[in-house]
């Protein structure tokens, strides 16, 4: 091992010092984190001490803030959920799987909007006397492939030939399918399809499309649940950097989504918007408004009076599974903030009766750190979701099976 490589993890000061801007509203130092106090999940809006009995009515109250404040309310329009398929291919990846394409059409006032869904399930026996699978469902924030391609091109970003040979069914849906990933084409998406069908423009306070795409990944669940072969207890998702965002708040809204992991998710996701360390809520509202509601923006030179803070985020999951992952490179996500949330998040788990990763030392880089419901790891490297981020979180899904 290379001299360290044990040791807590520290951001490499010639890094620092690289990224560092003479004149950067930017910070990369340790030492210029201002002090701060963080919300705490455990106790409620009237000052009381939270309880494993009172939690669900804390976590309601938890839930509205960052609906109010960061990711936005999100519709209450009828719709109607229809999975229509486009193409099957038996026994790819020399037999280890089936392969097929549907459309998740969305119906609602007489019009549809729709997004493609791919789907993967293995086809070797399932493991024990289990009958059904565990499931992961990734949010694609890159080029989303054809179906074709997803057989034929194995890809590093998403890996489904190697998810499938673990034995889990392999989703993916894109984001830009759900709600486009570009400033100014709101009625261009989902959003601006519910708007129109409702009559309802959006407010302040409406959801962004952080808040859509967790929305669509709701929707693959809701397909998931219809499949004999998918486990419904075990069905995860997973997503990198603004997907992760996406993925963490995607399994606060929806309680049917056992694990999620954010890769990478920086700034809005897994990392404390306190700290201010990379980018910064003033940053993310300026380049990315949309992805929040647009309230979220006028934190933006006022963070210590957001209500909330993003340990509360990971905490809404409790008692449920929480996957964070960082790499060493990638300052701009704030590993540590990240790692931060996470343990901070901790005292939620175990009043609900459960472990979590709580150690305040960070690992190593390339240390995988589980307990009970949460895990992390900081892998070497530049901001990413690579083969190496897959198998440990795929590691930490066979972890929750006993
Ligand atoms: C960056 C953005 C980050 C992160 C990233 C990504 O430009 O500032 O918050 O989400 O994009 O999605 O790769």
Same mark, same amino acid.
């Given at each position: 091992?290379?001299?360290? $490589?044990?040791?807590?993890?520290?951001?490499?000061?010639?890094? %620092?010092?690289?990224?560092?801007?003479?004149?950067?509203?930017?910070?990369?130092?340790?030492?210029?984190?201002?002090?701060? /106090?963080?919300?705490?999940?455990?106790?409620?809006? $009237?000052?009381?001490?939270?309880?494993?009995?009172?939690?669900? #009515?804390?976590?309601?109250?938890?839930?509205?803030?960052?609906?109010?404040? =960061?990711? !936005?309310?999100?519709?209450? %329009?009828?719709?109607?959920?229809?999975?229509?398929?486009?193409?099957?291919?038996?026994?790819?990846?020399?037999?280890? *799987?089936?392969?097929?394409?549907?459309?998740?059409?969305?119906?609602?006032?007489?019009?549809?909007? $729709?997004?493609?869904?791919?789907?993967?399930?293995?086809? !070797?026996?399932?493991?024990?006397?289990?009958?059904?699978?565990?499931?992961? %469902?990734?949010?694609?924030?890159?080029?989303?492939?054809?179906?074709?391609? @997803?057989?034929?091109?194995?890809?590093?970003?998403?890996? %489904?030939?190697?998810?499938?040979?673990? !034995?889990?069914?392999?989703?993916?849906? &894109?984001?830009?399918?759900?709600?486009?990933?570009?400033?100014?084409?709101?009625?261009?998406?989902?959003?601006?399809?519910?708007?129109?069908?409702?009559?309802?423009?959006? /407010?302040?306070?409406?959801? !962004?499309?952080?808040?859509?795409?967790?929305?669509?990944?709701?929707?693959?669940? /809701?397909? +998931? +649940?219809?499949?004999?072969?998918?486990?419904?207890?075990?069905?995860?998702?997973?997503?990198?950097?603004?997907?992760?965002?996406? *993925?963490?708040?995607?399994?606060?809204?929806?309680?049917?989504?056992? =694990?999620?992991?954010?890769?990478? &998710?920086?700034?809005?996701?897994?990392?404390?918007?306190?700290?201010?360390?990379?980018?910064?809520?003033?940053?993310?509202?300026? @380049?990315?408004?949309?992805?929040?509601?647009?309230?979220?923006?006028?934190?933006?030179?006022?963070?210590?009076? +957001?209500?909330?803070?993003?340990?509360?985020?990971? @905490?809404?999951?409790?008692?449920?599974?929480?996957?964070?992952?960082?790499?060493?490179?990638?300052?701009?996500?704030?590993?540590?903030?990240?790692?931060?949330?996470?343990?901070?998040? @901790?005292? =939620?788990?175990?009043?609900?009766?459960?472990?979590?990763?709580?150690?305040?030392?960070?690992? $190593?880089?390339? #240390?995988?750190?589980?307990?009970? #419901?949460?895990?992390?790891?900081?892998?070497?490297?530049?901001?990413?979701?690579?083969?190496?981020?897959?198998?440990?979180?795929?590691?930490?899904?066979?972890?929750?099976?006993?």
């Amino acid at each position: 091992m290379a001299n360290g $490589a044990d040791k807590p993890w520290q951001a490499d000061p010639e890094l %620092v010092e690289k990224k560092s801007r003479p004149g950067s509203e930017i910070n990369y130092h340790e030492s210029k984190v201002p002090s701060y /106090d963080l919300p705490d999940p455990l106790v409620d809006s $009237a000052g009381e001490a939270v309880t494993a009995e009172s939690w669900p #009515q804390r976590r309601e109250e938890l839930m509205e803030l960052f609906r109010e404040h =960061v990711y !936005g309310r999100r519709p209450s %329009v009828p719709y109607r959920l229809n999975a229509i398929n486009v193409a099957r291919h038996e026994g790819v990846f020399e037999g280890a *799987a089936d392969a097929r394409e549907l459309k998740l059409e969305i119906t609602s006032g007489g019009e549809s909007y $729709a997004f493609t869904l791919l789907l993967f399930t293995p086809t !070797g026996k399932v493991a024990g006397d289990e009958s059904k699978r565990p499931a992961i %469902v990734f949010l694609n924030n890159r080029d989303f492939p054809t179906l074709k391609q @997803a057989i034929e091109e194995p890809n590093d970003f998403w890996p %489904v030939r190697q998810i499938c040979e673990r !034995g889990f069914v392999a989703a993916s849906v &894109s984001t830009k399918q759900i709600d486009p990933d570009a400033k100014g084409k709101f009625d261009e998406g989902l959003r601006g399809f519910f708007a129109r069908v409702s009559g309802t423009g959006p /407010d302040e306070h409406s959801w !962004g499309a952080l808040s859509a795409w967790g929305w669509g990944l709701s929707r693959v669940v /809701d397909y +998931l +649940l219809t499949m004999p072969e998918v486990d419904p207890d075990r069905i995860a998702v997973v997503g990198h950097s603004r997907g992760g965002k996406a *993925a963490l708040w995607a399994a606060a809204e929806d309680p049917r989504i056992a =694990v999620a992991y954010s890769n990478n &998710s920086g700034c809005g996701g897994a990392a404390l918007s306190r700290r201010e360390y990379g980018e910064t809520v003033k940053r993310i509202t300026t @380049a990315f408004p949309y992805w929040f509601c647009k309230h979220f923006a006028s934190y933006g030179d006022r963070v210590a009076e +957001l209500p909330v803070d993003q340990h509360q985020l990971i @905490a809404l999951i409790a008692p449920r599974s929480v996957y964070v992952t960082s790499a060493t490179e990638d300052l701009w996500a704030d590993p540590r903030g990240e790692y931060l949330s996470l343990i901070n998040a @901790a005292p =939620v788990f175990e009043r609900l009766g459960k472990s979590a990763v709580s150690n305040p030392q960070m690992p $190593a880089a390339d #240390q995988p750190r589980t307990s009970g #419901q949460t895990g992390y790891h900081i892998r070497s490297g530049i901001h990413n979701l690579t083969p190496t981020d897959w198998q440990h979180f795929m590691d930490f899904m066979k972890t929750l099976e006993d």
